[in-house]
């Protein structure tokens, strides 16, 4: 079995940072893209970035230039470092991976639990 579990969200003034992690474990042969998802209240969710297993990147169009995804391969972590926060990034932000399991050796979406970010006006 494979699983995920992020760290790092919380309560934070406009104009402040967090800074998310996920980390995977268990049954992991290989992992390609790592990336996240947001939701908020009465939207659907939506990718903010992701990263490719070489290292390119990928950022939503409303997170360019505030967020930054990352990744340690060695630790299977993706990191979200998200600055000049605005309330309207308020969300639920998930984590996924594609990960080839060594149980099944089939390549496979995972999702972390979520975890919630909140921005105050």
């Known amino acids: 079995q494979v699983q995920l579990v992020e760290s790092g969200g919380g309560l934070v003034q406009a104009g402040g940072s967090l800074r998310l992690s996920c980390t995977a474990s268990g049954s992991i042969f290989s992992i390609k893209d790592m990336g996240w998802y947001r939701q908020a209240p009465g939207k659907q969710r939506e990718l903010v970035a992701s990263?490719?297993?070489?290292?390119?990147?990928t950022h939503a169009n409303s997170v360019k230039g505030r967020f930054t995804i990352s990744r340690d391969n060695a630790k299977n972590t993706v990191y979200l470092q998200m600055n000049s926060l605005k309330p309207e990034d308020t969300a639920v932000y998930y984590c996924?991976?594609?990960?080839?399991?060594?149980?099944?050796?089939?390549?496979?979406?995972?999702w972390g639990q979520g975890t919630q970010v909140t921005v105050s006006s």
């Open positions: 996924y991976f594609i990960i080839l399991s060594s149980s099944t050796t089939t390549w496979s979406d995972y």
């Open positions: 990263i490719t297993s070489t290292g390119t990147t």
